[in-house]
């Protein structure tokens, strides 16, 4: 069973920690299950995660731990 990372953020538009954080979960996905929570907003990034396998929560909807 894989450990369990929540990452909140507070976007996920098209800014370089964004970028950062898409780069380094492509390689955590295979070691850990990740969900990311974005605290302001969704972004552009958002179906990149979602190809990933990455669980994006953004305000408004619900998020199933």
Known sequence: MKKKILIFIGTLGLGGTEKQLLQLCKYLRFYFDIKICCLLEGGVLI?????????VNVPGTRFNF
């Open 47 to 55: 179906p990149k995660f979602k190809k990933l396998g990455i669980k």
